[in-house]
C-alpha cells in the first residue's frame, strides 16, 4: 500500500517566517508534486520534480521553492510567508507520466 | 497548456437521481484523463482513469475526443457518493494538471 507521508497535519507560522513542509514516500516513486488546494480554485500545481536533484515550475511558483535531495523526499520551502500562502498543501507522488497518482493527507498552513 | 475546467462548483441531486459531472480538457495530443475524489476528512485518491476504462462505485467516465470531454457519470446515486470529484489531465509530461472541482452533494 503505497504511503505518502507529510510532517504536519497543521501548522501556524507568522509573516515573514521561513516555512519548511516536508513530503516523504515509501514506494520508490520517480515523481513528486506539490498543489495547494484553495476553495473555487482546486488544485493548483507549485512544483513537481522527476528525479532526485531534479524540479521544475508548476502554474504557481513565486514565493516557493523545493528541495529534493533524497528520492523518497520532497520539500516545499516557503521562504517568506505570506498571508495569502495560507492554505492546504498536498504532496504526491506517482511512478511516472500518465500515471496515478498518490496523495498525502495535506498540510492546513495558516499564516498569521 | 493543458486545461480542465468543471463548469459546476456544486451539483446537488437526490438519491436515486442519475449523476453527470462535466469535465472539459483542452489539449492538442492525447492526454490521459482521471477522476479523482476527496471525501470527507480523507485524502485526494484516483476514482477511475480514462486508460482502464473501469466502472468504479457504478462510476464510469467515457472519453470524447470531439467534444473533449470526460464526463463522470452514474444512474443512481447514493449518499455515500457525497464528496468532493476532480478531473485531471495528465498530457504525456510528467505534469497533472487539476480542474477546480465539483461539490457532489446527494440529497437523502
Known amino acids: 500500500d503505497v504511503k505518502v507521508t507529510q510532517s504536519s497535519r497543521y501548522l501556524v507560522k507568522r509573516t515573514g517566517e521561513k516555512v519548511f513542509l516536508e513530503c516523504v514516500q515509501d514506494?520508490?516513486?520517480?515523481?513528486m508534486f506539490w498543489y495547494r488546494q484553495d476553495p473555487g480554485l482546486g488544485l493548483r500545481l507549485i512544483y513537481f520534480?522527476?528525479?532526485?536533484?531534479?524540479?521544475e515550475k508548476g502554474d504557481i511558483p513565486e514565493g516557493y521553492s523545493v528541495s529534493r535531495e533524497k528520492k523518497e523526499r520532497f520539500s516545499l520551502i516557503l521562504e517568506s510567508a505570506s498571508t495569502n500562502q495560507t492554505s492546504m498543501y498536498l504532496c504526491?507522488?506517482?511512478?511516472?507520466?500518465?500515471?496515478?497518482?498518490?496523495f498525502g493527507q495535506g498540510t492546513r498552513l495558516t499564516v498569521v | 497548456a493543458q486545461r480542465v475546467t468543471q463548469p459546476e462548483k456544486l451539483l446537488s441531486v437526490f438519491k436515486g437521481a442519475p449523476v453527470e459531472l462535466k469535465c472539459n480538457y483542452s489539449?492538442?495530443?492525447?492526454?490521459?484523463l482521471f477522476w479523482y475524489v476527496q471525501y470527507s476528512r480523507q485524502r485526494l485518491q484516483l476514482l477511475l482513469r480514462?486508460?482502464s476504462r473501469e466502472s468504479i462505485k457504478g462510476f464510469t467516465a467515457d472519453l470524447n475526443k470531439g467534444e473533449t470531454s470526460f464526463h463522470l457519470k452514474k444512474p443512481f446515486a447514493q449518499e455515500e457518493d457525497s464528496a468532493m470529484y476532480y478531473c485531471a489531465s495528465s498530457g504525456g509530461y510528467q505534469k497533472v494538471t487539476f480542474g477546480t472541482g465539483t461539490k457532489l452533494q446527494v440529497i437523502p
Open positions: 489539449y492538442s495530443g492525447s492526454p490521459e
Open positions: 520534480s522527476y528525479d532526485v536533484k531534479m524540479k
Open positions: 514506494m520508490d516513486h520517480e515523481n
Open positions: 504526491a507522488s506517482s511512478t511516472g507520466p500518465n500515471t496515478e497518482a498518490f
Open positions: 480514462h486508460i
